[in-house]
């Protein structure tokens, strides 16, 4: 779920009609959080599919909450810098 939700995280774009326009820099924010998502869940996956049962929980939610993490701050670094709306 994680990889479908975040695939589609690029492909939003607020309402034309407010003129509220994305600028590039809010355009690039959105798919490299995409991206650190998508990777991050299928960290998930892999670590289910491949680490021992014991440990895939901790190994998966930690690779999943670094994907988390840097996408946020990826965001909040980005964030005061937007030009579009």
């Known amino acids: 779920m994680v990889v479908l939700y975040s695939n589609a995280i690029p492909k939003f774009l607020p309402p034309r009609g ?8 809010d355009q690039a924010t959105r798919r490299f959080a995409g991206w650190s998502m998508v990777l991050g869940g299928i960290g998930y996956m892999l670590a289910w599919l491949f680490a021992p049962l014991d440990s895939a929980a901790l190994f998966g939610g930690g690779v999943l909450a670094a994907a988390l993490l840097i996408a946020i701050v990826r965001c909040l ?6 030009t579009g709306g």
């Open 18 to 25: 407010r003129g509220n326009v994305p600028s590039a820099a």
């Open 77 to 82: 670094r980005t964030g005061g810098r937007h």
